[in-house]
């Protein structure tokens, strides 16, 4: 069914965070009405809606009640319980959908599922108790919880047999709270990423791929460039598009990957919803993850992406903050993004900057101005 919605119509938005926020701003420039759902009374996202509602993402009561007062709802947040986001989806109008979000929360869960797609992941194993660990895979492997980790938090990378007896205890600690997923580490020569939208219709489309770099799990910098090599993006957005369309998926998703040095190409994780990696779009593209985004889910038809200028997106974490004068000033040409989230923590995603450049013509230059930043 193709609902199209028009100017005035209510959106209502799961989740409040600077995800949040951003839908709202394009949603607002459109003309919709935005209405929030977030346990946290100060989310940020409430600045820019026209109403919002406190409420925890498992108080069935309150957010079955929230998503009857909207005319279509979308979410950014993505550990809402599954039998819970099925009722929504019966009782209200959810285009976004279930399947991928359902197929994505859980890493295990989510592997398989690509697998079974026909699409590689790095190999991987349940852990339930400490002896299940398959030394065997080879180190070092990673163990992660399998569900509610984000900016690489409940993550342990083991080196050795002696690393592994180090990090017992700690590994202990997080089978105290739920299962884990053994992952063998992929040596990569990068990261890389695509935001991949689709609309009512089932129409697809993709924006320009990023290389990303993550430090300490959190990421740091996305760098689009117009010299992406061509073979490896018809790779990249073949298997994007077969998530999208076997995910039945309406709006954006962004889906991350490691790109192995003899150039094999897996799947990290994929995020049903717009993705830090695609902020970039905001100032580099003719239409950007957000406003693609509420597109979709208005029932209204997907634009053609074209990048205008290669980018580079920085985030800024709570422990950056205190130079951001410094970094506006040395930066003059970037456009900068404070979310106004209140504490900012050490490693807190508090804001980004997007430098934008048509004299960049290669990736190298920007890897190299990415490199210098770091410090
Ligand atoms: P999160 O949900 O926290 O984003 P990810 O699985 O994406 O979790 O891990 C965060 C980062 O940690 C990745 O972007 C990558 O840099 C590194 N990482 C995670 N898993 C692996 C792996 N199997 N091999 C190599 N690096 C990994
Ligand atoms: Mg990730």
Redesign the pocket.
């Known amino acids: 069914m193709v609902n199209t919605l028009y100017p005035g119509a209510k959106i209502g938005i799961i989740g409040a965070g600077q995800l949040g926020k951003m839908l709202a701003q394009s949603a607002q420039k459109m003309g919709y009405q935005v209405y929030f759902y977030d346990p946290n009374p100060t989310s940020c996202g409430f600045d820019v809606a026209q109403g919002h509602t406190v409420g925890n993402f498992d108080d069935r009561e309150k957010l079955l009640d929230f998503v009857q007062t909207v005319d279509v709802v979308t979410y950014e947040f993505e550990n809402i319980d599954g039998d819970l986001l099925q009722e929504i989806e019966a009782q209200a109008y959810l285009p976004q959908g279930t399947t991928l979000l359902l197929n994505g929360q859980e890493r295990i869960k989510e592997k398989t599922w690509l697998n079974e797609q026909g699409i590689p992941t ?1 190999q991987y194993k349940e852990i339930t108790v400490i002896d299940d660990i398959d030394v065997d895979m080879g180190y070092p492997f ?1 163990l ?1 919880t399998t569900r509610f ?5 409940g ?1 342990i990378k083991v080196d050795s047999d002696h690393d592994l007896a180090m990090k017992s205890e700690a590994i202990q600690n997080l089978l105290a709270e739920q299962p884990l997923i053994q ?6 020569a990068y ?1 890389a990423s695509i935001m991949v939208a689709r609309d009512l219709q089932g129409n697809i489309k993709y924006f320009p791929i990023s290389i ?1 770099q ?1 430090e300490h ?1 959190v ?1 740091f910098s996305s760098l689009v460039g117009q010299t992406f090599d061509p073979e490896m993006t018809a790779t990249i957005e073949a298997i994007a598009g077969k998530i999208a369309a076997a995910g039945e998926l309406v709006g954006v998703c962004g889906i ?1 990957f ?1 790109v192995s040095r003899a150039g094999d190409i897996l799947v ?2 994929i995020a049903p919803r717009p993705h830090n990696s695609g902020h970039y779009t905001i100032e580099a593209c003719n239409v950007s993850q957000f406003d693609q985004h509420i597109l979709a889910i208005t029932g209204h038809p997907l634009i053609d992406v074209r990048l205008m200028e290669p980018a580079l997106m920085i985030n800024i974490l709570g422990q950056h903050l205190p130079r951001l004068s410094e970094g506006m000033a040395e930066f003059p040409n970037a456009i900068f993004h404070i979310y106004n989230k209140g504490e900012a923590k050490t490693q807190r995603k508090m804001g980004h900057f997007t430098i934008t450049n048509p004299n960049f013509t290669d990736l190298a230059d920007l890897l190299a101005i990415s490199q210098t930043l770091k410090t």
């Not at 992952?183 to 990569?188: G, H, N, R, V």
């Open positions: 790095t990673i992660k980790g984000y900016d690489g938090k993550q992952e063998a580490y992929c040596d990569f990261e990303n993550h799990g990421l991350e490691f990290n994780e």
